[in-house]
């Protein structure tokens, strides 16, 4: 049986600096690593060379789209992003859904890697077997908006689906994402500054063929039962209705959000009830959409009538955008929220980073370590709403104020001093966006988190979730999956949801799709049917979870190998560790014995040395990846 099926066919190799382009087949490396995320993993770790920055020429960039994109599997559209770190130096990945991953499979190609750095700005146009690399020059300076209508108009009748930075990334902000379909970001990690480095303002691709799949009258019933699931579960209706702020409410009650740049972690109830998502759908949301083959729809246009910011227009208003450009800088206006938003997908900025950027800003201000002479005039006062829409424009054209911030928070406190590194709220270097302290098991896995303070990666959002131990370990042998203030069970449960992520991000498919958001919905089993009827290769749960715990460990031995982490580097930021949550009690906070007690649990159940949390040279053959046991 052909190992192409659910494949595009071919890996797309482009030189920036010799303008050399070149395929091979995907089919060999699908067989260790699946697909995705799995075979840019470990492309990154074996040929991005250790002494190469994230910035320079030499360094890799990867694009990806996972085995079932471009298939009718329910969700199956995401576009990974790889590359070195440039917040952290390790392991960097990004994920947005849109339709330009199952149009980079229709064109062929399951993965693109870019090297070298072009001697003026480019973009990479992709029409099927036809890669060229053009003359960026007309949108160079140009908004992510303004780059994807200029590709669109000027291919004609076949529009390409386009993902490009904006000023920020071509100005190497740290803070800097890509943007795919005007607001799909991938974001975190920098990969934005990454693009800009190598003169890659976009990617314009055009495919004409599809997605085969090995069974397709089994593949076609599997996909529409997995629907039919998906449809009847809650947590569908309500990001359906409401996205993902529908948890806003419930997370602010239970004392974690994080607030006045995490000095807090509730927004007091009277602002809180001006941003909450009712407010939100009422007053500004005008309809809803999904991603390609997603029948969850969580995505809203938003539209602002009143007031200074009458006449914004935006869309994907997540939660973390009411925690960013919300409570962490205690702005209770939903159409600041919806401008600011708005603004980063149009520059280009990462939402989560800059805003922890901003809020540092906001503190050192609070405590008189930044004036109005620092910050060009600006008040940088809590709730100060047209501070925040300034400061965008400043950090992605490195203006004032804007040059200090837009190397991130960890660096700009060291070039500060003062002690303002003690509010500088990262984890290895990264921005941090969630608070860490009341969830124990969605802030451990923050922490640990391979890219660095993200939750989507292994952190449990089951514990938002009120349901009993019984059903807990029904669907995840650990009685305390969903109770947020223990430990037990914590690391065990971050592990799963660290290897079923990594699946996910092989197969292209959405994370909130899955028992990561609802116990009630797709849970891995699902998954191995779907890849096993499009693949022919037939997969159980066990041995695709098992493909999971092998592609976190490529990131990890990034992380390793060429971040020099090691166990000091899986700890909360200094706030957390000394400071409890808001209502003070003593279970809210994060105590040092006991979080290394987590490390070792969940050091062991990945097979990694205690002291080092290196994974260990049996554990490496034992999985498969013996080419890199001289990484340990």
């Known amino acids: 049986m052909s190992k192409d099926f659910s494949l595009g066919g071919k890996i797309l190799h482009i030189d920036l600096t010799s303008r050399e382009i070149s395929t091979e087949p995907t089919a060999p490396h699908g067989e260790r690593f699946l697909g995705g995320m799995g075979i840019s993993a470990w492309k990154l770790l074996k040929d991005h060379a250790p002494g190469v920055s994230a910035l320079d020429p030499g360094a890799v960039l990867a694009f990806n789209a996972g085995v079932l994109v471009g298939t009718i599997a329910p969700t199956a559209c995401r576009l990974g992003v790889l590359s070195r770190n440039v917040m952290t130096g390790g392991f960097g990945s990004a994920s947005a859904g849109g339709h330009f991953a199952p149009e980079l499979k229709y064109a062929g190609y399951d993965q693109v890697f870019v090297i070298g750095k072009a001697s003026k700005p480019v973009y990479v146009r992709i029409d099927d077997d036809d890669v060229s690399i053009e003359d960026a020059s007309p949108i160079w300076g140009k908004t992510t908006w303004e780059t994807d209508d200029f590709l669109r108009n000027k291919a004609g009748s076949h529009e390409p689906e ?125 309809r809803n959409f999904g991603c390609f083959a997603c029948p969850i729809h969580c995505t809203h246009y938003q539209t602002v009538e009143d007031g200074p910011y009458a006449g914004t227009k935006g869309e994907k208003i997540e939660h973390e955008n009411l925690w960013d450009f919300g409570t962490k800088l205690g702005i209770d206006s939903l159409p600041a929220i919806i401008k600011g938003s708005s603004l980063c997908h149009q520059l280009g900025l990462d939402i989560d980073n800059v805003s922890g950027a901003i809020s540092w800003a906001f503190e050192c201000f609070q405590r008189g370590l930044l004036t109005t002479e620092d910050t060009g005039g600006l008040e940088l006062e809590w709730g100060n709403h047209p501070a925040l829409i300034e400061l965008l424009g400043r950090i992605a054209r490195r203006e004032g104020i804007g040059e200090l911030l837009a190397k991130g928070s960890r660096e700009a406190a060291r070039t500060l001093g003062k002690g303002s590194e003690d509010f500088a709220i990262h984890v290895k270097g990264q921005e941090l966006a969630e608070e860490l302290r009341v969830f124990k098991g969605w802030g451990f896995g923050v922490v640990v988190s391979e890219r660095g303070g993200a939750h989507t990666t292994g952190a449990p959002i089951t514990e938002k979730m009120k349901v009993s131990e019984d059903v807990s370990e029904e669907f995840f042998g650990i009685r305390t999956a969903f109770n947020p203030h223990t430990y037990e069970g914590k690391a065990q449960l971050v592990a799963y949801f660290q290897r079923f992520h990594a699946v996910l991000e092989c197969l292209g ?44 460990t490529l990131q990890k031995l990034f992380n390793v190998s060429r971040g020099g982490f090691a166990r000091a580097d899986d700890y909360p930021p200094k706030r957390m ?20 007690r987590l490390l070792d649990e969940y050091y062991d159940i990945h097979g990694w040395n205690r ?13 498969g990846l013996d080419e890199f046991v001289d990484l340990v």
């Open 509 to 552: 498919s959405c994370f909130f799709s899955t028992n990561w958001y609802g116990h009630q919905v797709l849970g891995p089993k699902h998954f191995a049917t779907l890849y096993s009827l499009a693949t022919g290769n037939d997969l159980s749960e066990g041995e695709l979870m098992a493909m999971g715990e092998k592609v976190h």
């Open 162 to 286: 386009v993902l490009s930075i904006g000023p920020a990334g071509e100005n190497l902000v740290t803070l800097a994402n890509i943007v795919v379909n005007r607001s799909r970001s991938a974001s975190r990690c920098g990969v934005g500054a990454v693009m800009g480095a190598k003169n890659l303002k976009a990617m314009a691709v055009s495919g004409s063929g599809h997605v085969a799949v090995a069974d397709p009258e089994g593949f076609m019933d599997a996909s529409l039962e997995m629907t039919k699931v998906l449809m009847q579960a809650v947590t569908t209706k309500e990001l359906r209705r409401y996205g993902t702020p529908v948890s806003f409410n419930r997370w602010n009650e239970l004392n974690t959000v994080p607030t006045r740049n995490f000095q807090e972690t509730r927004m007091p109830a009277e602002l809180a009830a001006n941003i909450e998502p009712d407010v939100l759908r009422r007053d500004h949301i005008t």
């Open 577 to 596: 560790m000394v400071e409890p949550a808001t209502d003070s009690r003593e279970e809210t906070g994060i105590d040092r014995e006991t979080w290394d």
């Open 611 to 623: 002291e080092t949390s290196h994974p260990r040279p049996q554990t490496l053959q034992d999985i």
